[in-house]
Each structure stands twice: as structure tokens, then as C-alpha cells.
């Protein structure tokens, strides 16, 4: 009864003091930033939705205007930033974008996630000719 009461003591206590590891939450579009040096005034929806991807919101009131919202939660706490970066459409070609956006995120977060949970893919065996 004593050991019961001293593991339910300890795992009460160590949830509070922050030992727990919480993940990092990403959602939305992470847009590189190669992508956006890439953009261009003149270039068609079909060539943005090539560098960027889909928008995240579809707004109908607003079919020249596309938006990409992204946002990340990585401390403890648990406070959300959260980064818009919009394309602006004058017949179908972009005349403009403005916004902020995670630049390296993706990089970042395909490094992390290999640290911490190791390589999801088998190394590839090298083909012997014989």
C-alpha cells in the first residue's frame, strides 16, 4: 500500500513540474521561403498553387484574394502564434502578396522530428552488381 501511494505521488507531482514532454503543434501551410522568392506579379493561380499549395482558407467573398494561415504552439505554456501570408489576384494573375510566414519551419521541424523519433523509412541497401 505504501509503494502504491508513493508511485501515485510521484506521477502527481512530476505532471506539474513541466518533466512531461508536450509536442510542438504545427497547423496550416508552412511556405518555404524559396517559394516565395519564386512569386512573381503576372503569375497565374495555377502557378501559385505549384509553389505554395493550396490556401488554407477558401473564402467565396473573396475568390482574388488567397490566404495562407499557419500557426505553431511548441512551449509549455501553450500560446499559439499565428502567421498569415496573402496573395492578391487582379484576372486571374497575382498583383501583389504581403504577410509573414515560418521560413525555416519545415526544415526545423523534419530535422526534430528525425532526432526524436528516429528514421521512419529502412535505410536503403546498396545494389550489388554480381
Not at 510542438?24 to 501559385?48: F, T
Not at 484576372?91 to 504581403?98: G, K, L, P, Y
Request: hydrophobic share 35%; glycine share 8%.
Amino acid at each position: 500500500m505504501r509503494n502504491l501511494l508513493l508511485v501515485a505521488a510521484v506521477a502527481l507531482s512530476t505532471t506539474g513540474c513541466g518533466i512531461i514532454y508536450k509536442q510542438p503543434i504545427y497547423q496550416g501551410n508552412l511556405i518555404r521561403e524559396d517559394a516565395v522568392s519564386k512569386l512573381q506579379v503576372g503569375q497565374s493561380k495555377q502557378q501559385v498553387n505549384a509553389l505554395l499549395g493550396t490556401p488554407s482558407v477558401a473564402d467565396p467573398f473573396h475568390a482574388q484574394r488567397w490566404d495562407y494561415t499557419a500557426s505553431q504552439r511548441v512551449n509549455r505554456v501553450g500560446r499559439t502564434e499565428t502567421k498569415n501570408f496573402t496573395v492578391y489576384f487582379e484576372n486571374d494573375a497575382v498583383t501583389r502578396w504581403e504577410g509573414d510566414y515560418f521560413p525555416a519551419e519545415d526544415a526545423k521541424l523534419a530535422q526534430q522530428t528525425v532526432r526524436q523519433f528516429g528514421r521512419n523509412l529502412p535505410k536503403e541497401k546498396k545494389k550489388g552488381g554480381g
